[in-house]
């Protein structure tokens, strides 16, 4: 079963083709970054502007990648949420047209619940498993006990680590998107160098908090003697706290449910730090962690396809009344009984 994935939710127009599933037939991101990066964020209306200017050839080229046409897909699976209204409608009013005018079926997707499913792009997983969704808009701990069955643990009150990774960028004059940029700098610097906060880490709920950390960082940088140290050790000290944090609590997590398995999944699991040190520390625990490759980490459409393809088998079908949704909790979600 071929299915077309097209996500459009926040700064990358993706279109791709998925078999069954697991097959990546293609998989095209394109990314408005550099439109983006003069303003040092996400302008919603500039977004939703650009998906539409590419989103036609965003498809016709995903669809060519995969040597395949329009005909011969089977199905198309949208995000419906959450993400920026407008962008998200972008994604969603094309998907309705492909879908109405083949007569294919349509499905529509939640994308933390697509970040969190990437992984089955590469490999398998057991349920239930814990899955933490780490990115710009979102810093979630779930326990999946199968595809649809998705519980919420814990979330951020505040900052997501993506967000509070962008801010830091900014007052370190470090250029959008921030994770990338302050991973880089920080493997010139001293991890050690400054102890920020590593916020909950004492709570016993599964929650984050990431405001403090950065109102932290904030008041270091205006009482800082700027030759007393680098901004490299400033980087590394930062993300090492977001780092340590989001390890304590997934951590915490597989303890408290005796389940051995992690799923790491969204923009901030491509940070090389986050892997290499929660590899290690959940080896000595016996917990097998679990990434995708570091571009179904990121915005793609390939794990939209691939969660579409579970959605159609499950006869999950979408109307062609539904509407884009911007705040949109994996917690409250709800399959359609078939
Ligand atoms: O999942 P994603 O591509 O988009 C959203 O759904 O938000 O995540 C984007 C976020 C941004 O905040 C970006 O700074 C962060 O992920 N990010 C990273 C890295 N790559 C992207 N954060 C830390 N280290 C990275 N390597
Ligand atoms: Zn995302």
């Given amino acids: 079963m071929l299915i077309l994935g097209i996500e459009s939710s926040c700064d990358e127009t993706a279109a791709a083709v998925v078999a069954d599933g697991k097959v990546i037939k ?26 539409i200017e590419v989103i036609i050839q965003i498809i016709d080229q995903a669809l060519k990648e995969a040597g395949l046409s329009l005909k011969e897909i089977d199905g198309v699976a949208v995000t419906q949420g959450p993400g920026l209204v407008g962008a998200l ?71 997501a680590a993506g967000e509070a990774f962008d801010k830091v960028a900014k007052m370190l004059n470090l250029p959008y998107p921030g994770g990338v940029s302050i991973e880089k700098l920080a ?15 004492n709570s016993k709920d599964f929650n984050f908090s990431f405001s403090g950390l950065k109102t932290a960082v904030a ?13 490299a050790d400033i980087a590394a000290s930062f993300q090492e706290a ?9 951590l915490q997590a597989t303890r408290e449910f005796g389940l ?11 940070n090389k730090r986050l892997r290499e040190k929660l590899l290690n520390q959940a080896a000595q625990e016996g917990i097998e962690v679990y990434f995708p490759s570091l571009h179904l980490c990121t915005d793609n459409a390939a794990m939209v396809a691939a969660l579409g393809y579970h959605y159609l088998k499950a006869n999950k079908l979408a109307s062609y009344e539904f509407d884009a949704i911007s705040r949109y909790p994996l917690c409250t979600f709800h399959p359609r009984p078939s």
């Fill in 26 to 51: 293609s998989s095209v991101v394109y990314s408005q970054i550099a439109f983006h990066r003069p303003y040092g964020g996400v302008v919603p209306e500039i977004a939703s502007r650009k998906h």
């Fill in 89 to 159: 409608l972008v994604g969603i009013c094309v998907a309705k047209a492909i879908s109405f005018a083949l007569k294919r079926p349509l499905v529509a997707v939640n994308h933390l619940h697509a970040h969190l499913m990437a992984i089955f792009l590469e490999r398998e997983v057991s349920f239930p498993f814990i899955g933490m969704v780490v990115s710009g808009g979102h810093t979630n701990l779930y326990l999946a006990r199968d595809f649809f069955t998705i519980e919420s643990l814990g979330q951020t009150l505040d900052d």
């Fill in 187 to 201: 493997q010139e610097g001293n991890p050690r160098a400054v102890s920020f906060p590593r916020p909950m880490q």
């Fill in 219 to 231: 008041n270091f940088l205006r009482q800082l003697d700027t030759d007393q140290i680098s901004r």
């Fill in 242 to 250: 977001v780092v340590d944090t989001l390890i304590g609590k997934c």
């Fill in 260 to 270: 051995p398995r992690l799923v790491i999944a969204g923009g901030v699991a491509a």
